[in-house]
């Protein structure tokens, strides 16, 4: 499985933000998740922890609320459809936009913020779109609903800052590291919307998403409205490293059943 550990530490990291003791080690939690997906014997998966407080008052103070952990696994085909990850997918710019600063904190993944994500899916999928792209408060470029954007200019990639209201994606995280190693520059900074138009290729990443490029946003076409070539090749690194087709160079793998080999160096 790609990068468990990292995935387990944001998940603390929110409920810090948000004051919630885990009565659980990351790596009891860790274990916990790889329990779940051997004992439902699954081969292909996604999960989903989730941490809640439960019962207690109903006011809004959870302080003195237990802490209750789901964990949630089950298969799930390509989230933006069988043939995005090739094909690329539509998009429009989303009329919500992300939270402002000091609202609601975008670094922590927390349910709350899938409220705003909801409203930017269905507005796009109403209209006819595979997924939305909203602005952050100030009208620059954040994110998808559920994957953060990457785009391509003359060769270099680009992507909008932790400043930009993003979900720091352990996905992006994954793509700028790989795009670095084939050389690219890969800059994170605030980004106009005018980008979405003028850029040579444009991609989201995310776990449910994986690397799937953008063909056109509100129906300016990107590029030659094909995958690119850039796009191909880091899409082709992301998929041979968590298909375990190369030697795990930055310990990213966690094997979950016993006889499951990571190749390592
Ligand atoms: N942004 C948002 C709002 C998301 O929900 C997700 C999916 N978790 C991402 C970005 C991508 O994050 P990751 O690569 O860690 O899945």
Redesign the pocket.
């Known amino acids: 499985m790609f990068r468990l550990g990292e995935h387990v530490k944001r998940l603390f990291d929110s409920c810090k933000i948000y004051r919630r003791e885990i009565p659980f080690s990351t790596q009891d939690f860790q274990e916990a998740i790889l329990e779940t997906i051997r004992v439902n014997q699954l081969e292909h998966c996604y999960i989903r922890p989730l941490i809640l407080c439960g019962t207690g008052s109903l006011g809004l103070n959870p302080l003195e609320a237990p802490t209750e952990c789901f964990i949630l696994v089950w298969e799930w085909g390509r989230y933006l459809g069988e043939e995005s990850v090739e094909q690329g997918v539509d998009v429009c710019v989303s009329s919500w936009n992300r939270a402002a600063p000091n609202t609601f904190p975008s670094m922590a ?1 927390v349910g709350g913020n899938y409220i705003n ?1 909801i409203l930017i899916k269905m507005e796009a999928v109403t209209s006819g779109f595979a997924e939305g792209v909203a602005l952050d408060g100030q009208g620059l470029i954040s ?1 998808g ?4 954007i990457f785009l391509v200019h003359n060769e270099k990639l680009y992507t909008p800052s932790l400043g930009n209201a ?2 720091p ?4 995280d994954s793509v700028i590291t790989l795009a670095k190693e084939r050389g690219y520059e890969v800059l994170e900074q605030s980004l106009p919307r005018e980008m979405l138009y003028l850029a040579d290729e444009i991609f989201l ?4 998403a994986e690397v799937s490029p953008i063909r056109s946003v509100d129906h300016i076409v990107v590029g030659d409205g094909k995958r690119g070539p850039i796009t191909t090749q880091i899409q082709q690194d992301f998929f041979d490293y968590i298909e375990g087709k190369v030697e795990d160079r930055h310990s990213w793998m966690t094997p979950v059943y016993k006889e499951q080999r990571v190749q390592s160096s």
Do not use: F, V
């Open positions: 993944k994500s994110e609903s559920g994957e953060n993003i979900l994606g352990i996905t992006r990443a995310g776990t449910a």
